[in-house]
């Protein structure tokens, strides 16, 4: 019949690309709804980076299984998604007071076979020649990725249409049909689509949804925006950023008020076409407003520069802001809920969207088709779990 | 002059003397009135590729002459992604081709 | 960054611009005008010809004589001109504007956009070779800076702009060795045509550019007849000795500031593309946001300068300068001559095009 299948999945942005991926593989029929196109939501706004020492350890579970699969993943999907594997992060550390906190990161955050390390100023300029003079070292972060997020929703849709998915375009969900505590269905402004399971990845927007099927899954939206400059030839091998981001809370009087006020983790990569993007805002009271504003524009080019004195020779191309799915206590909502049937929540990654999608996908495939999980334990990111405590 | 040059127009009349200053395309003397583009005083002198491109390295020059296109981009005084169509000469200016990215 | 607050900001300032700047000053409010060149004037400091139209549009006076008249108006009424000045967004918070490497978000009550129009491409094989430039290009060479940009020309489109072009090169001494018009009649008006016939420069309609040929620079033109759909006829090949090919196949709106600042939008074919939609007194769907001229819709100038005019009392107006009486009695008389400048065979269509848009302006309830 028309509009019905096994899995009808909600959003086409990264989680939901890789959600219809996984599904479609096991050879479920799968629909998926998204109200512009593939990314044009969070995913089509983020950065790119797959970094271990910033992932929150609840969420290391999935981290590591996701990163393990990407090392294949452009094989598997058949794409290129301009992957580039096991390069790494150099954070420049700026003053005592960082170097301290850097050298007790660096001690915390070991796991098997990652291992971060300081390096000294002069071993940072030879990995990255650009970087400002006036630093005392830097954290050395190896097997850390990037790709471009973009390619990489596209390369997932593009494997599960080979796959049998159907992906539609310009179908903003506007209800759910609920039947005796059963989700069977949503509904567009011109369609009905029917399933024996629907799947919320709608990201920013999956608190909507979620009320839609009678569910309360908060979602904080969390802003970051973007400076993109025109292309220059290779001068940077790698992400750098800055090591700041540790001592901001503590020692706030070592930045400037908008640093403050913005929460500014600031890094900067340069793409495979030569453009450099400078990014690290953390907006907590944007809403879903994705306008950029004029300070935050000048705060991250002049933190870039300080940074990278050359890179105050270029042109600003466009900037862009994106708004991430943040939750209260910060972790993703993966699962079912007892609060109603055929309803999978599959959203909330907040700033990990891209890093986490292959295992999130995996993992409810897993647990759709086969009843559980089976390479990540995501029983701690059920959307029954307790809201966390409110904060004094 | 070379030929290129309008020395009498039946609307603007003949051309009003203006001091002649020299820039230096890739080492070598172009002639050029003070005050006008850097892609106008190379035109007159006959020149027309002022970069090449990135990727296949195809010569590109002059195109839009209002600061949009970003063809006519040189290096001039060692700065890179200078569009020429809107930047006034100078006396002594170098101005190199292009090859490719800033 | 620095903050600064003004009453009305006009960016732009080619005739639609100056002539709001000029207007909006004559009411008392304070005027910043910015442009991002380095002297005001827009597309007109270029245009040697005569202009159309009546005494009041300058009629019989030459395109860079009216640029200068009327930045002598807008200066010696107090518009505070910045020049050099690059406007690079609308934020809430004000324009950003780049001036000498410094950084300003000024804050307006007002802010007109006249940010004119830009030529549009043509792609072939070959077009990207030096020797190929746009028609507007070619009048600042020639126009401004009294160089030929070769001595063999083809101009690829007889509307007005290609024909206009093609005349002003003759003058310069090139030869046009052929317009170049997809269309089986050519675009702009008789009177630009038959100057070109006289002197002897074949008008080709129904035909198309298909190959500018050379190594690093153009040396000649291949032209094809073209089908009903503009496609070239293979086999009727001929290649023509040429060193310059200009680009006359149209203009659309520079309307990327308006884009940025959320305004709406609409595909009006008539006008060169997407417009900004906007009410009569020229303000877009953003309250206190305005445009005028050619970013609203590709026309000629004395019609810029007349919704310039419009923008200009209508923001003063909104500001308390001029009261709304006085104001609509101005802007209807501007409403006027634009119907006669928008009439004949040319006019009608974008007069009719002009009122669908008005029309598709959501009101305010």
Not at chain 1, 221 to 241: A, L
Not at chain 3, 29 to 39: H, Q
Request: hydrophobic share 40%; charged share 20%.
């Amino acid at each position: 019949m028309k509009n019905e299948s096994d899995f009808l999945v909600l959003g086409g942005g990264v989680i939901g690309s890789s959600v219809a991926f996984f599904l479609s593989r096991t050879g479920a029929k799968v629909t998926v709804l998204e109200r512009g196109d593939t990314a044009f939501g969070t995913a089509g706004a983020s950065g790119g980076l797959i970094n271990w020492i910033t992932c929150a350890e609840t969420q290391m579970g999935l981290f590591m299984r996701s990163q393990s699969m990407f090392e294949h993943l452009q094989e598997e999907l058949g794409a290129d998604f301009e992957l580039n594997y096991n390069s790494y992060n150099m954070q420049i550390i700026s003053n005592e007071i960082e170097w301290k906190a850097s050298e007790q990161l660096v001690k915390d955050f070991k796991l098997p076979g990652f291992e971060a390390k300081l390096i000294d100023s002069r071993e940072s300029h030879q990995l990255e020649p650009s970087v400002t003079d006036d630093m005392l070292g830097s954290i050395y972060v190896p097997r850390v990725h990037y790709l471009n997020p973009i390619k990489l929703a596209l390369a997932y849709r593009g494997a599960a249409e080979r796959a049998g998915a159907v992906f539609v375009n310009g179908a903003e969900v506007t209800g759910l049909t609920v039947e005796n505590g059963r989700v069977v269905g949503a509904v567009t402004p011109t369609e009905s689509y029917s399933a024996g399971m629907v799947v919320n990845c709608t990201g920013v927007w999956s608190d909507r949804i979620s009320a839609m099927a009678g569910v309360n899954a908060p979602i904080h939206p969390i802003r970051g925006e973007f400076v993109i400059t025109e292309p220059t030839v290779k001068f940077c091998n790698t992400t750098i950023s800055s090591a700041q981001y540790q001592t901001i809370v503590q020692h706030p009087e070592l930045f400037s008020p908008n640093a403050i006020k913005y929460n500014l983790g600031f890094s900067v990569e340069q793409t495979t076409t030569g453009s450099c993007i400078i990014h690290g805002t953390r907006e907590m009271n944007s809403g879903l407003d994705n306008s950029v504003i004029p300070e935050v524009i000048e705060l991250l080019i002049q933190t870039a520069c300080r940074f990278i004195p050359r890179l105050g020779s270029l042109k600003i191309m466009r900037t862009y802001a994106g708004v991430r799915p943040g939750t209260p206590d910060g972790d993703p909502y993966i699962g079912l809920t007892d609060a109603v049937q055929g309803f999978c929540q599959c959203c909330g990654h907040g700033g990990e969207g891209i890093a986490l999608s292959p295992a999130t996908g995996e993992a409810v495939a897993e647990l759709l088709t086969e009843g559980s999980a089976v390479h990540c334990d995501i029983s701690r990111f059920s959307p029954d779990r307790p809201a966390p405590a409110p904060e004094v | 002059m070379s030929d290129l040059s309008i020395k009498d127009h039946p609307v603007l009349g003949p051309a009003p003397v203006r001091r002649r200053v020299t820039v230096y395309y890739e080492g070598r003397p172009v002639e050029a009135a003070e005050g006008e583009t850097v892609a106008s005083a190379l035109t007159r002198a006959g020149i027309k590729v002022f970069r090449t491109t990135e990727k296949t390295g195809e010569p590109r020059g002059l195109y839009c002459g209002m600061g949009r296109c970003s063809d006519c981009m040189m290096v001039v005084d060692g700065e890179p992604n200078v569009r020429t169509c809107v930047t006034p000469v100078r006396d002594g200016m170098r101005v190199e081709i292009q090859h490719g990215l800033a | 960054m620095e903050l600064l607050e003004r009453e009305i900001v006009v960016i732009g300032a080619g005739p639609a611009g100056l002539c709001a700047a000029i207007e909006a000053r004559r009411t008392g409010a304070e005027v910043m005008l910015v442009d991002e060149n380095s002297r005001p004037g827009g597309q007109l400091f270029k245009q040697i010809h005569k202009f159309f139209g009546s005494s009041e549009h300058h009629a019989g006076t030459r395109g860079y004589d009216i640029a200068s008249e009327l930045c002598r108006q807008a200066d010696s009424m107090g518009t505070e001109m910045w020049l050099d000045t690059v406007a690079y967004g609308i934020f809430p918070e004000g324009v950003g504007l780049v001036k000498n490497g410094e950084n300003y978000i000024v804050k307006a009550k007002k802010i007109i956009v006249a940010a004119g129009g830009s030529e549009d491409p043509a792609a072939f094989k070959g077009s990207t070779l030096p020797g190929v430039i746009t028609a507007g290009a070619a009048q600042t060479l020639a126009n401004v800076d009294r160089v030929l940009p070769g001595k063999k020309i083809v101009v690829l489109g007889s509307g007005n702009v290609g024909l206009i072009a093609a005349y002003q090169l003759m003058q310069g001494g090139a030869e046009i060795m052929a317009v170049v018009e997809k269309k089986d009649h050519i675009g702009g008006y008789g009177v630009h045509a038959a100057k070109l016939r006289r002197a002897g420069v074949p008008i080709l309609t129904e035909s198309v550019v298909t190959e500018a040929v050379g190594k690093d620079s153009v040396e000649a033109v291949t032209i094809s007849a073209a089908d009903a759909e503009g496609r070239p006829v293979p086999g009727s090949e001929r290649t023509i000795e040429a060193d310059t090919l200009c680009i006359a196949v149209g203009m659309s709106p520079l309307t990327e500031l308006l884009w940025q600042a959320g305004a709406k939008f609409s595909y009006v074919q008539e006008l060169g593309g997407f417009v900004p939609l906007h009410d009569e007194h020229m303000m877009t769907t953003l309250d206190g946001l305005y445009a005028a001229g050619d970013v609203t819709g590709i026309e000629e100038a004395p019609i810029a300068m007349e919704e310039g005019n419009i923008a200009g009392i209508s923001a003063a107006c909104a500001c308390g300068h001029i009261g709304p009486d006085a104001a609509a009695w101005l802007c209807a008389a501007a409403q006027q001559r634009i119907r006669s400048l928008e009439s004949g065979s040319f006019g009608d269509n974008r007069w009719a095009a002009r009122h669908r848009l008005l029309d598709s302006m959501p009101r305010k309830e």
